[in-house]
Every structure is written in C-alpha cells, then in structure tokens.
C-alpha cells in the first residue's frame, strides 16, 4: 500500500511540473463563453472560461458596433470548504432576507420566515461547530455582491453550489474564469463575431459571440422540479422556483449541466406561427474531450399541463435543432431543452430564440453564374417575399450567403455558390422520366446544372458526349448549401455499364480532416474524376443515398473537366509576439482537381513591417509550417495579417488569399480545421530587443538515414545558452536533435538526426525549433530546488531540411 502511494504522489508531483512548465509558454485559451451574445443596444456582464487567463488586458470583438473590457480574473476555484458553506449560507440568508424587506414584509414576517427557512435548510450538508473568521467565500463570479442578490438568484446560487444533480468532473480547462462587460451598440449589424481575449502570457483563440435582435433573458436554476427534487419541507423554496411566464418574442440564453433539463414558460397567442432556433454547435462547434465532439441539443414543445406537442433534435443535418410550429390556442406554453444523452458541462451553453421573425427554409436554385441576375425562389416561415435577387458579383466568395430584411430585422442567412461555368436546370420529362437512359437530359461540358430530387426514390440522369481519354469531373453541391440531400454519384457508359460512383466525399490525413467549410462531419457531398475509355456517350445518375426526396431536396451538378485550383488555409488564428521573434504557423493548401503544384505563400500588405523568407508548400504537398518576423518597431498593439499565396495553373499565375484558421479537436481524435474572420497578431512591448537567432544557410540540410548533420545558428547577443534545450514541434518520424546545444564565436549549433527505421524518407520541408532556457527553481528560504523550469527564449527561423529517399544519399551534411 505504501508502494501505490509513492507512485500515486509522484505522479502528482510530475502532472503538477507539467502544468507549470505548460502555463509558461502556452497562450491562453477561451473555452466558452457565457452568455455567447446579448441584444442590439444593450450592455451586458458575461463570464469567460478557459485556461492560463489571469491579467487579462484586453478584449477584441470582430467587427463594428460592439465594444468589450475585461472587468476581474477569478482563479480556478476548488471544492467548498466548510467554513466557505457557513458563510456562503449566511449570504444568501442575508439576501433573502433583505429582499423580503423590499417586498413590504413586517419585521414579526421577516423573523417568521428565516426561522421556516432555518428549519427547512438541509444542515447535513454541512458539519458544525466550524469557526468561520479565517474563511472567505471563494471567488466565484455568482458570489460578486452576494447579499444583493434577488430571490430568483439566490436560488440559483443553491443549486449550483449545494444541489448539484450529479457530481461535475473538475476541467482545468475550463477553470479559469474573467469577467468582461460588452455594449452593443444600436445599429450594431446582427449575428456572429469573434470574440479574443488578451493577457499578459498572450492572446486567445477566437470563440462566437452573437449580436441578437430580440429581448434576452439568462436562465436561473432550478426551473425543472421534476429534474431537481428538493429535501422534504423545503415549501418556501419551491415558492421561489415557480415558473417565470415569459413574453415573446424572446431569446434564452442557458448552460445545461449533467442531467439538466432547463425549461421556460412562455405566453402565445393561436395562429402565431412559431420559430423556435437553438443555438449550440453554432456557439462552440467541436469539443475536443466530449462524444460526438459537440453539445447537441434537442428541444421539445409542451402545453400549459406538460403534454408534449412538438420536438426537434436536429435541423437537416445541423446539430442544432429548428422547431416550427402553428399555435393551437391562446395559453402558456413551455419550452425543455436538454443534452441528447443527458451530459453536461459549463461550456454547454446554448442561446435559444421563439419568435414569429422570418426564417428561410430553402432556395432553388442553390446558386448562379457569376455576373448574372439570378432570382431564387425562396420557402419558409413568415416570409415577406417569395424571391430573393442573389449577389453573384465577381468579387466574393465561392460560397456566400443571402438573407432577407424585415424592417431592422434580418432573416437567418442561407447558403448559395456561385461559379464561372454554363449554367442550366434540370428538366423533368413530361411523357417520360428522366432518370430513364432514353429521357436522360442531353447536356453540354463544361456545365453546373441546378436540379431537385422531387419524390421519395426519385434519381436524375443526365447525357453527354466525350472523347477517349478525357478526364470528366463530376462534383455535387448539396449538404454544404443547407440541403439535406445525401448524393449518390454514378458514371456510366451507353450500355449502362457503371465506370465510376461515389457516396460521401471527404479528405484528410491522419486525423485531419480537410474541407472548405471546417465543420462538416458528414461529407455528404458526391464528387468523382474518371477518365474516358472511348469516344461516345455517357450518363451521369444522381440519388439520394437514403432514396428521400422533395421540395428542399436541391443540388448542383457540376460535369466539366478538371479546373484545377487551391484554397489555403493559416493556422492559428491568434498570434502573440515580441518586436523581432520568429513567428510560426502552417499552412494547409486545399487541392482541387488534381492540382499538385508548387505554391508560394507571402504576407499581402508589406506596411506591417512583418518579414520572411521564401514561404512555399512543395509541390504535391498539403500543408507546410513556415516562420514571419515580427518588426522591432510596431506602431499597433493589434495587427491584422493578410497572406496570399500564387501558383501556375495551366500556363496561368493564380493568386488566392489565405483564409484564417484553427486547427481543433473533436472527440478526443480528429480534428478540423474551423475559418476565421481574421488572422490577428497582438505585439508585446518589451524595453530591450530579444536576441535575434538566424540561420547561417538557408539551404535545406540534407539527413541521411542513421546520420546526423550540423546546423549552425548566428545570434546578435552573446548570451550563454550552454543549458538551453531544443524542441522540435513538428517532428518527422524519426528526427531529432542529437546531443546538447554547443556555443561556437557568433551564435551556436547542434546536431540533427534521423533514426534509420524512420518513415520520412523523401520528406522536403521545414522544422518548427523553440529554444528553452532551463533553470533551478529556488525555494522560498533562498535555497536551490532540484526542480526546473523552463522559459521560452523563442523560435528559430523555419528550418528546412531534405531526408534521402531509400537508396539515395545526402549531399551537404552541414547547414553552414
């Protein structure tokens, strides 16, 4: 036994060294927020949690008309001690009491009903005979002003901290808390925006914060009784959790926690026609220590007795849930919303609006030809139109979206694509079917054709000529346009001899997933590229996988050559710097169409004063790390960075921005690469230069198995970096650094190696290196510990380095 506790101590003290060589060089990390938005000319105080958050600095909100400040940092705080429950009972008997006073209760009442609410308190959660003067109440952004909390709050405070519903696992994660207050402004523009948050030891990933058009109201424990069943005798709590009637419309904002079910009641009136919209995975789209990698929320409707009328878990393959429904009667209605599988957490956090505003359930056609008048038919809720005009300027995205105005309202926002090709619509055969050869629809290539599955089982086909040996791409835009189509592809010759299908369309290496959007999980979208056997005709048939069909059941089929092309991708989002260090990032190229070719990346707007070297992602590579060079002199604290990278297509230059990203998790394993509005790098003043450290070559050093080659570094600082360490974050297989760091007249070197069993032979590309400088730790009588620290003294340029393929040999051995 006390073997088991040697280790289990050890083990302690090591996760213990980990997290604290972790804090001082990891940024800090937002995990949610809470509320995620607030209304249209409001001001709100909302709660950040993540991790490695305390000073924090500044808050930065994406766009225009909302303005943040970060109020106080709470550190992670641990379980209730209990002289903290005494105190904490005391306060919230305070504020009862006071807001029993404000009611107009005499003061025989007042002592009436603390002596009830003495009696009824479950005191065995709490041991007595505790001396309480050494305790304070912890610092928790509940407890901030406690006695003046209403009755409702009060009531809140006791089930998050005395009726838990089941015990909540400790998430370091998410322990780290700040407050921030945010104004809205009026004529703020609604919807998504990003949200950062900076301190002292860097700059946050960005999470979504909404700028909403409707009246908001946060939840307030308990409001399911059924879900919390309070001790015996405890009447006058139960008065205090009586269902607040809401008016509409209205937008709830709440937190589920384990086994939660929040409920709201609402007012409506018969024939209004309802909108009920969650937001969840919209807030925090992947979650990396959860199953499936997301909060997925399911709503459900009842009456004013609790009968169920109406329930939604998803909406088209969105994990967010969409309810419609036609009011019966005049009553209170209630509203439950609820984790699919009963899990919990402080980053479940949802915003749910009911409402009469318009929402767009569909449009046909999904897209248009760029530069022409394109009129969509739309369908859905309290619409105040049935068509829409779609932008297709030649500026803009491939993917954009449209939405509707009501008055200062704005409709949800839907998808639609817009492209450079001859465009047509399918066309259902009078007299004979055309998912039939003999009714097949003759089609010229290249062509996009806008189409609808209309019926259960119904499939389209369509004819075209070709020439032996051509290569044909056939390509479906769908699912990632909000249609709830899931494509089948099928390419067959005149006889009907199948050449080629697909189903599902996706890339990724390893465990990352690679799209355009970043959060799909379902790659419904069908796409295929064969080549011709013969001159003649051949048929493209296009299903739905599941045989379901209908009015939103929209596609576009693109049948063209092969346009080869990229899309890039930057990752992180949020940098943090020093004046002169090497920053390092990757970048991901999303190939189409068979493109493989080189692609050099550089830095749009050279007025920052960021620099770099050749920034390329080899040819038939998909993503390469790379450093930039922060300026020694900023004259912003915040910059905004633009890239672009060029390539030759076909005889063409093609130019192509980068597009910001992070690079996160779901579910313990994959990952996805999720868009951002803006890359965005916080400069730290500093009062003397950091040590620049460049590479003396910058020719690739050249590794061959089982051998080690030098690289040599120059350095504008004699500082002693005997014991600095070298990390390699991103390690081909088998490579590292062999042996210690060696001082040599203007800087120092160190030795690579790759081990003669590794996989990476033939790989060309850059290595990401961090210098560390390693120290004792004193202890607090002056004395030397045996303990160490690290301390960043920061990155090396990207490194590049070129690994023999199997039987060659390395040319230059020495970086020099």
Known sequence: ????????????????????????????????????????????????????????????????????????????????????????????????????????????????????????????????????????????????????????????????????????????????????????????????????????????????????????????????????????????????????????????????????????????????????????????????????????????????????????????????????????????????????????????????????????TGIFPLGGPEGKEVTASLSGWNLPTQELVLNTDSEGKWIRRAFIHTGKKLSNSIPYAVDNLPECYENESVDVSNDERKGAQKINVPMIVNGRIDTDGDSDLFQFNGNAGDQIVVEVSARRLDSPMDSLLRLMDESGKILAWNDDNYYKENNLHVDRLGLLTHHADSYLMAKLPETGTYFVQISDTQRHGGEYYAYRLRISHPRPDFSLRITPSSIHARPGIHIPFCIYALRRDGFDGEITVKIKDNETGFTSKRLVIPAGSNSAWMTITAPQKVTADVINLEFQGTAQIDGKTVHHDTVAADNVMQAFLYQHLVPARQLICAIKKQRRPVMSMELVSEDPVQLTSGASAKVKINTSEKEDLQDSVLVIHNAPDGVSIEGPVTPVPGGFEFNLKISSGSKAKGFAGNLIIEVLKESFVNNKDGTQSKKKRRLSIGYLPATPIQIAAEGEKSGVGVSE
């Open 1 to 360: 036994m006390f073997f088991k506790w040697k280790i289990i101590i050890a083990f302690l003290i090591l996760s213990a060294a980990v997290l604290a060589d972790a804090a001082q060089h990891l940024p800090p990390s937002i995990a949610y927020i809470y509320p995620a938005g607030a209304a249209r000319d409001s001001e709100v105080e909302i709660v950040v949690g993540g991790q490695f958050l305390r000073n924090p600095t500044d808050v930065y909100v994406s766009g225009e008309g909302v303005h943040a400040s970060a109020i106080r940092y709470f550190k992670p705080s641990r379980k209730l001690r209990q002289g903290q429950k005494w105190l904490l009972v005391d306060g919230m008997m305070k504020a009862c009491l006071k807001q029993f006073k404000k009611a107009g209760l005499t003061t025989e009442e007042v002592e009436k009903t603390r002596e009830q609410m003495i009696r009824s308190f479950p005191w065995s959660i709490l041991k007595k005979d505790i001396e309480i003067g050494e305790y304070t109440l912890p610092e928790h952004p509940l407890l901030t002003n406690l006695e003046d909390k209403t009755l409702r709050e009060v009531m809140h405070i006791a089930s998050i901290f005395f009726f838990p519903r089941k015990k909540l696992q400790l998430n370091p994660q998410l322990a780290a808390l700040v407050t921030i207050r945010v104004k809205v402004d009026a004529n703020a523009m609604p919807g998504d925006r990003e949200l950062r948050l900076r301190s002292r030891l860097g700059l946050t990933n960005p999470v979504v914060f909404q700028v909403g058009q409707l009246p908001e109201q946060r939840e307030l424990e308990l409001n399911d009784l059924e879900a919390n069943q309070l001790p015996n005798g405890q009447h006058w709590w139960k008065e205090l959790v009586k269902p607040v009637v809401l008016n509409m419309p209205i937008l709830l904002n709440g937190c589920i926690m384990p086994g939660d079910v929040d409920r709201f009641r609402f007012r409506s009136q018969k024939g209004q026609r309802l909108v009920i919209e969650a937001s969840a995975r919209r807030l925090i789209p992947y979650l990396a220590d959860a199953v499936p990698g997301w909060f997925q929320a399911v709503i459900t409707l009842y009456d004013g007795d609790g009968n169920e009328l109406a329930y939604a878990d998803d909406y088209r393959g969105n994990p967010d849930p969409v309810l419609f429904f036609e009011v019966p009667q005049d009553g209170e209605y209630e509203l439950g919303i609820r984790d699919s599988i009963y899990r919990g957490r402080h980053d479940f956090i949802y915003r749910v609006s009911i409402s009469e505003d318009p929402f767009i």
